[in-house]
């Protein structure tokens, strides 16, 4: 008896999952006609049409509309697969705004966060998907940062770790990396990390690369000490045999602008080795950051280390102070209107500004950040020299509001330096926006325009796609982006959420 139930179970089991499947493919369609199609490999644009059933790519070509499916008219605009934004600060801002507005209206379709050595857990974010739908979709690095922080504690960072605090670390990285983060993030640069030493991170690294991650870095130093930096990124990819990135290349030494062809140049030997390296990049010539980025040496009273700053790390007379807690009328002003304002030299007022603001944060502990400066420090030259390069991939470093790369980084590159400046052909930008950002970040099924691929989704026009935000209006949305759809579902429609939330958690296979 016990037999032949068993058979009716099975039997049952598989009527119920034919079943299914009929209903999946039956489901209604939507077919996306008459537009060029940019499939994210770099291959030029063709006509074409597209459909999706429910979060699928299912079919590619010249397509005959079935009976009820839905169609839209592409007018002649241009499809690509959406755009993955490889450095994201994006996530906080969608518990509250879940449209996720910032991303969508420049064509974004998946965030990667848990970078510069910041993270949330994967176990965090698992539930936050769980109580939460948003419109992107989300992946994530663990931060070297965040796990040393947990060991050592908040206020015991500025040294250099032991062996036993490594292994500690070394365990939290391998159990978040178990749960699908991407790899390991470092922001070598910032203080949480900057005594950490090369031993440290190469230990983590190596945990990392046990388990076939990735590795990215916001490195030690982007201007003074950049060569020396890099090396560090090299030999750490050659340690551990993983894919290294760096986030967010630039050059932001005055001295040594005009120089990007060396730095690729010192890349390109690396790959030659055998060092699977690459970068992202903004398009933008300032960056978004704390105050105290501007002092190498960390000595923030040091007069010396703050005129060095104005003298070659940033132009006082273009970087503005976008948010000062101690003293909100700062914010909007450049340092040096501040300096005129103070009665003060450029380096005593950048002194000053650090002061202040730590003086404010230890009465504040809960403020969070309590400054941040759009600081000019790199020029266009270089900018568009990296962006060149076939290992480079476009980012946005952005959140959801402030610098206006949050708003506008992946337009910016289709207006200015596709359309405008030809700096990239159109499908070179398409690519460096989806499929090349794929493959550096060993997304599946993402990235290109494929039968059986997830359907994330922009249409654009070429002719009229444009950033508009600005540091005084870093909300201002783009133009040009007509939709976006997110695993099959359209989210942004002529400049507004269509409120589906289709996002999902995106873990390491």
Known sequence: MKKYSLVLFCWLGCLVVNALSAQSNTAPSTLIKNIWLLD????????????????????????????????????????????IDSHSHHFSSLKNNPSGIAMTNQGITTIVIGQDGDSYPMDSLSKFFKQHQVAVNVASYTGHSAIREMVLGKNNLSRASTQQEIEQMKRL??????????????????????????????????????????????IRSEDIHLNEAIDEIIEIGKATGMPVKLSHIKIANKLDWGKAAEVISKLNQARQQGIDITADIYPYTFWNSTLRVL??????????????AVNQLFDANESVLVRYAPNPSYAGK????????????????????????????????????????????MTESDISRFMQWEHTNICSDGAAGGHPRGYGAFTRVLGKYVREQSILSL?????????????????????????????????????????????????????????????????????????????????RN
């Open 334 to 377: 450049t340092i040096a209107a501040i300096a005129k304002e103070r009665g003060e030299t450029n380096p005593a007022t950048l002194i000053n500004l650090i002061q202040m603001a730590a003086d404010y944060k230890a009465t504040h502990p809960d403020a969070g950040s309590v400054e941040a400066l759009a600081g000019k420090s």
């Open 173 to 218: 990285l391998a159990d978040d990396l178990k749960k699908g983060s991407l790899g390991l993030s470092t922001g070598l640069e910032y203080e949480a990390a900057f005594y950490s030493t090369k031993a440290e991170v190469i230990a983590l690294a190596k945990v990392a690369a046990s388990v076939k991650s990735r590795y990215i870095s916001h």
């Open 40 to 83: 994210g490999t770099g291959k030029p644009a063709y006509q074409s049409a597209v459909r999706i059933r429910g979060n699928q790519i299912i079919a590619i070509g010249a397509l005959e509309v079935l009976t009820g499916e839905t169609v839209i008219d592409g007018h002649g605009q241009y499809l690509s697969p959406g755009f």
């Open 295 to 308: 002092f190498p040496d960390k000595q923030f009273t040091n007069l010396n280390s703050a005129t060095l």
């Open 427 to 507: 499908p070179e930008a398409i690519h460096k926006m989806t499929g090349l950002t794929a493959k550096h970040l060993g997304l599946k099924k993402r990235g290109s325009i494929a039968v059986g691929h997830y359907a994330d989704l922009v249409l654009f026009d070429p002719t009229t796609v444009n950033d508009y935000a600005t540091i005084e209006n870093g909300k201002a949305l783009s133009k040009g982006i007509q939709m976006v759809w997110v695993n099959g579902q359209l989210v942004y429609e002529q400049q507004q959420a269509t409120g589906q939330l289709s996002g999902i958690l995106i873990k």
